[in-house]
């Protein structure tokens, strides 16, 4: 493999046929380009959403797809940054985000802090949840975002190796002295070649000794600025230590008069949880009421949308994917589904009809993805041993399966 970062290659996995469909990853000479890095994003996306299901997920490769991803960012890093002489003037500026991502990204300059990384990691995690709605998420600010995290994770890194201390490792003046012995041996001269091995040793121990110096020196110098500011936040804290006794000087006239104006503002505060105490007890009643009212129209407005999907002229089973729960939900969106559709857990398991717009519709669900999807739509009583859990009762896959298709038929039929 060549030695410079231009022309360096940077070979990806071999990838099984359905990732290759998603992009058929090549090695990659010199600096990615946005599309090849993209390209390995994708890939991941989809390999992550099958990692767990049986005879298609393969832990072994997303982990070396995620060390291609590696060094790809790496290489990128390299190109902008490695040349740079004053790290603490560098900027990390984040890519734009859309309205829909409520968090706001600022540019960075010099050493990320830890809580800037943080906020970096919440913005990517809340941008890939629309990873699903082509319309809501463009995967180049998802690159953008990524390299941009890769960047601030470096630049921390670098940070902390330039602060350690280095140490040049002394001379081994025996190894040396063994190494001149049998090639002088023959030479007809007294210790013809000594001087040259004493002076080579002399020379290493000298450049030992400058960088040594050079070290003590710049860690004295940081050693000084740190006292100068320990001494200046101890001349403040004095300065506050002397305002404080002059305030105490009369301490009892003001405590009496403080323990007073409590009595009064706590025998008020006492009264006060009363009234609020009858006022609660009072309201609980309507309140309960208008929880049942909420409902109510909350479950009326649920199959408005319904309908208002249901009337749209030549729905296919690609409709299935707009219909919201009572949370308002879309199975792209939600945590109970992790995140699917319904495309993404179709590839196996029995097939279940579902009527739209009075015209049957051959669809199939995996097992593994059937209890989320029966949990999402509310129609899971009596299929589950509580109401957390997603793993059904022995026996029930077939009702859950029949039960989703007739609501997925009233829902669009």
Same mark, same amino acid.
């Given at each position: 493999?060549p030695?410079?970062?231009?022309?360096q290659v940077?070979?990806?996995?071999?990838?099984?046929?359905?990732?290759?469909?998603?992009?058929?990853?090549?090695?990659i000479?010199?600096?990615?380009s946005?599309?090849?890095?993209?390209?390995?994003?994708?890939v991941i996306r989809?390999a992550?959403k099958v990692?767990d299901?049986?005879? @298609?997920g393969?832990?072994?490769?997303l982990? #070396?797809?995620?060390?291609?991803?590696f060094?790809?960012?790496l290489?990128r890093?390299?190109?902008k940054?490695?040349?740079? +002489?004053f790290?603490e003037?560098?900027?990390?500026t984040?890519?734009?985000l859309?309205?829909h991502?409520?968090?706001?990204?600022?540019?960075?300059k010099?050493?990320?802090?830890?809580e800037e990384?943080i906020?970096?990691?919440?913005?990517?995690?809340?941008?890939?949840?629309?990873?699903?709605?082509?319309?809501l998420?463009?995967p180049?600010?998802d690159?953008?975002?990524?390299?941009h995290l890769?960047?601030?994770?470096?630049a921390?890194?670098?940070?902390?190796a330039?602060e350690?201390?280095?140490?040049?490792?002394?001379?081994?003046?025996?190894?040396?002295?063994?190494q001149f012995?049998?090639?002088?041996s023959?030479?007809?001269?007294?210790?013809?070649?000594t001087g040259?091995?004493?002076?080579?040793?002399?020379e290493?121990?000298q450049r030992?000794?400058?960088?040594?110096?050079?070290?003590?020196m710049?860690?004295?110098?940081?050693?000084?600025?740190?006292a100068?500011?320990?001494?200046?936040?101890?001349?403040?804290?004095?300065?506050?230590? /002397?305002?404080?006794?002059?305030?105490?000087?009369?301490?009892v006239?003001?405590?009496n008069?403080?323990?007073?104006r409590?009595?009064?503002?706590?025998?008020r505060?006492?009264?006060h949880l009363?009234?609020?105490?009858i006022l609660?007890?009072?309201?609980?009643e309507?309140v309960?009421?208008?929880?049942? +009212?909420?409902?109510?129209?909350?479950?009326v407005?649920?199959?408005?949308? /319904?309908?208002?999907?249901?009337?749209h002229?030549g729905?296919?089973?690609?409709?299935?994917?707009?219909l919201?729960?009572?949370?308002g939900e879309t199975?792209a969106?939600?945590?109970t589904? #992790?995140?699917?559709?319904f495309?993404?857990?179709? *590839?196996?398991?029995?097939?279940?009809?579902?009527?739209?717009?009075?015209?049957?519709?051959?669809?199939?669900i995996?097992?593994? *993805?059937?209890?989320?999807?029966?949990?999402f739509?509310?129609?899971?009583d009596?299929?589950?041993?509580?109401?957390?859990t997603?793993e059904?009762e022995?026996?029930q @896959?077939?009702?859950?399966?029949?039960?989703?298709a007739?609501?997925?038929?009233s829902?669009?039929?």
């Open positions: 493999m030695g410079g970062p231009d022309n940077y070979l990806p996995p071999k990838l099984p046929p359905y990732l290759n469909k998603v992009y058929d990853l090549k090695p000479t010199g600096i990615p946005d599309e090849e890095v993209i390209g390995i994003h994708a989809v992550n990692v299901v049986e005879d @298609m393969d832990p072994t490769l982990a #070396q797809l995620s060390e291609h991803l060094s790809a960012h290489a890093y390299r190109s940054h490695a040349t740079v +002489v790290p003037d560098t900027t990390y984040p890519p734009s859309p309205v991502v409520s968090i706001r990204l600022e540019p960075v010099g050493t990320p802090s830890e990384i906020r970096v990691q919440s913005a990517i995690r809340a941008y890939q949840q629309f990873a699903n709605a082509p319309s998420f463009d180049h600010v690159m953008e975002l990524s390299q890769f960047d601030m994770q470096m921390r890194y670098a940070h902390r330039r350690c201390p280095a140490f040049s490792e002394p001379p081994k003046i025996s190894n040396s002295a063994e012995v049998p090639r002088e023959t030479v007809p001269t007294n210790n013809a070649g040259a091995g004493v002076i080579e040793q002399r290493s121990g030992g000794c400058c960088v040594g110096l050079q070290d003590a710049e860690r004295s110098n940081r050693l000084a600025e740190n100068n500011q320990l001494i200046e936040q101890s001349n403040r804290i004095a300065e506050r230590v /002397h305002q404080l006794v002059e305030q105490t000087a009369h301490p006239e003001q405590s008069k403080l323990a007073e409590f009595n009064q503002l706590f025998e505060l006492n009264g009363d009234q609020s105490n609660a007890k009072e309201s609980k309507p309960e009421k208008l929880g049942e +009212v909420l409902g109510n129209i909350n479950r407005l649920v199959r408005i949308q /319904h309908a208002i999907v249901r009337n002229k729905n296919t089973l690609r409709a299935l994917d707009c919201i729960n009572e949370k199975p969106i939600s945590c589904t #992790q995140n699917r559709i495309e993404d857990v179709s *590839w196996t398991g029995e097939e279940f009809t579902v009527i739209i717009d009075g015209v049957p519709h051959e669809s199939r995996n097992n593994y *993805w059937l209890g989320e999807f029966v949990r739509y509310g129609i899971d009596g299929l589950f041993d509580n109401a957390t997603v059904m022995e026996g @896959m077939s009702t859950a399966r029949v039960r989703l007739e609501y997925l038929s829902c669009l039929g």
